[in-house]
């Protein structure tokens, strides 16, 4: 199998259950990127991507939830793999408050909280075993000074499609409008804390179109 080589690239089709979130997003890319398939060669196989770009990447539009086993083998078909996924359809999905900058150095020695509430908690407290660790709030002295970003968010979402916590390749929501949500994960010992990245829609169109 060779994703630089792809079999066919057909105008834009209408495709049975296909909905209009997803046929828009195709037409945002050029006709030559569009439904572009691969034949697998190992398992006889032809895989149909939604948009297969010049320099590899390949965009799959989801409109609807998918088992654990169907991402796995699309991720593990398509080598540089990008979900872009409707949340309009999600249930419970609600974006929350403005994050601080997660690299900085000053949250190395704390967690966030699991909850609604933006808070968190000192790592050693847990390392320790301690069972109700103190929960700090962002006007504690100890994390006070951080700054908060502007492309940053934290989210609740109430019922939640757990196999895209499970995803290797980047998930991106749409929510509707002029921008777009990678979702992300935090790495802590209490438990990964996923959070959103906002991203203009245009520019994320653009990345793949000029690149």
């Given amino acids: 199998m060779d994703l630089n080589s792809p079999l066919i690239a057909p105008a834009l089709r209408v495709y049975p259950g296909e909905t209009p979130w997803h046929r828009n997003w195709k037409k945002a890319f050029p006709p030559a990127f569009r439904e572009v398939s691969f034949l697998d060669e190992t398992a006889g196989q032809l895989h149909r991507a939604d948009v297969h770009t010049p320099c590899g990447t390949t965009l799959e539009f989801q409109n609807s939830p998918i088992c654990i086993e169907e991402l796995r083998s699309r991720e593990a078909f398509y080598p540089n793999l990008v979900w872009v996924l409707n949340g309009k359809k999600f249930k419970g999905f609600r974006i929350l408050k403005h994050l601080p900058d997660l690299d900085d150095p000053m949250l190395s020695g704390y967690e966030f909280c699991h909850t609604d509430h933006l808070s968190m908690i000192r790592k050693s407290d847990f390392l320790q075993g301690i069972e109700k660790p103190k929960v700090l709030n962002f006007y504690h ?48 010992a209490s438990g990964d804390y996923p959070y959103l990245h906002i991203i203009p829609r245009q520019a994320f169109i653009d990345r793949y179109i000029k690149s």
């Fill in 141 to 188: 002295p100890e994390i006070k000074g951080l700054k908060f970003t502007s492309h940053y968010y934290s989210f609740c979402w109430k019922q939640p499609h757990r196999v895209w916590y499970e995803a290797k390749a980047p998930i991106i929501v749409d929510l509707g409008g002029h921008f777009l949500y990678q979702l992300k994960q935090r790495k802590q």
